[in-house]
């Protein structure tokens, strides 16, 4: 993975399961979800997004098949019950409990109890008269779900042949890197792949790492990603080998703009579509190998660091020529969060039509998806996918 065009060969994604079913008007909020998805339908635009990379020679790989998979090694069994439960919401008894409970599971159930979560009346019966399950509601969650495993672009990213698995900054999304981690660890598939940068170190999200060229990563910095987060993972890279030039991004730390690829995301070897409201603003550091160390310089606007490090005249941006609140509404729906299949080729939500057509007057095809379920928990095909293996371009 060298780039965010290069023809797209596998990917991971996650179809979303049980855990949607989970949100209700009282948790949706702490649970990231802006709305109540109705899950049908957000698996039948699932099933659509996916069939559309199918159709473009695209390798789909579904998380809770490998995980699944995984499961079948008792290390991972193992490593799965622990990172399940939590003692200190649950208490010891329970605790004990649970963990018996989920490791006489199959690896399906397992999966399944993992991703969906559990509530204390679904606990097993035997619990019934424990404090801790007598004084929860019976909907409170023993094991809380994972609805948003289904933006798979945050938990891990790769850069080279590298994958880095996300220390991730809410509370809501912390069990994502174990599950992730694991599928990585003991899947027979990625049982040949290095790390890049390891888990449960400073927060990184993968939403916030965009590779703009070979040797060239941007990460975003703002409600997610930490300066410390990116000066480790610049730090990793260049240990690795990976990158001559990192470039932070201050994002603004708020919810419409929670990730980089929010508001900008590669669509050509040479071209971006980002929300026109930040394009003048927006400012990178970039940070360079030196001596052992970083060598920090900046800020300067992000379009000039960018086509500076990427060794090109200027970075494109998609002129989408927008008025201010056909754009905000249209950036809130992820219009500048594109999947690229290929230079030039983008998965985009169909709803962001005046974007959509903008980016076609440019040249750039656009692969249209619906997303009205999907899009309720801020996310758009960017978001929803975890490139594996691109080919170099
Ligand atoms: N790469 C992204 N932009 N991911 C979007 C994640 C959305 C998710 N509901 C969250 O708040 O974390």
């Known amino acids: 993975m060298q780039s965010e065009v290069g023809p797209l060969h596998t990917v991971l994604l996650h179809r979303p399961g049980n855990e949607l079913k989970r949100l209700t008007p009282r948790n949706n909020d702490q649970l990231l979800f802006d709305a109540i998805p109705w899950v049908d339908r957000a698996q039948e635009e699932h099933d659509a997004f996916a069939e559309t990379l199918r159709g473009r020679g695209v390798e789909v790989l579904l998380l809770h098949e490998l995980l699944a998979e995984a499961l079948a090694d008792p290390r991972a069994r193992a490593s799965a019950v622990h990172s399940g439960v939590d003692e200190l919401k649950v208490g010891g008894d329970l605790a004990d409990t649970l963990r018996s409970h989920l490791s006489s599971a199959d690896a399906e ?118 300066p410390a987060g990116a000066e480790s993972f610049a730090r990793s890279v260049f240990a690795d080998d990976l990158a001559h030039t990192v470039l932070a991004v201050p994002i603004t730390q708020q919810r419409a703009s929670m990730h980089l690829d929010t508001v900008c995301t590669m669509v050509d070897r040479d071209a971006v579509v980002m929300y026109p409201a930040i394009q003048d603003s927006l400012t990178a550091y970039a940070m360079r190998p030196d001596d052992g160390g970083i060598r920090v310089t900046g800020p300067s606007p992000f379009l000039e660091a960018a086509a500076e490090a990427m060794d090109i005249d200027h970075l494109r941006v998609i002129d989408t020529g927008l008025d201010p609140v056909t754009a905000e509404r249209e950036q809130w729906e992820d219009g500048n969060n594109t999947l690229a299949v290929a230079p030039g080729v983008v998965v985009a939500y169909e709803r962001n039509a005046e974007t959509n057509a903008r980016l076609e007057e440019a040249g750039i095809e656009v692969l249209r998806i619906s997303g009205s379920e999907l899009g309720s928990g801020r996310g758009g095909p960017r978001c929803m996918s975890c490139p594996i293996i691109r080919e170099v371009l």
């Open 109 to 226: 159930t397992l999966a399944e109890m993992l991703i969906a979560g559990m509530t204390f009346e679904e606990l097993p019966a035997a619990e019934g008269s424990s404090l801790v399950r007598r004084m929860h509601h019976p909907h409170d969650f023993a094991i809380a779900p994972l609805p948003n495993l289904l933006f798979t672009r945050d938990s891990s990213a790769w850069v080279g042949d590298r994958v880095a698995i996300a220390a991730l900054a809410m509370p809501a999304r912390r069990r994502e890197s174990a599950l992730t981690d694991l599928v990585y660890a003991y899947h027979p598939r990625f049982s040949h792949c290095s790390r890049a940068y390891g888990a449960h170190s400073a927060p990184v999200e993968g939403g916030d790492v965009l590779l703009l060229s070979p040797g060239v990563v941007a990460i975003g910095v703002g409600e997610r990603t930490t």
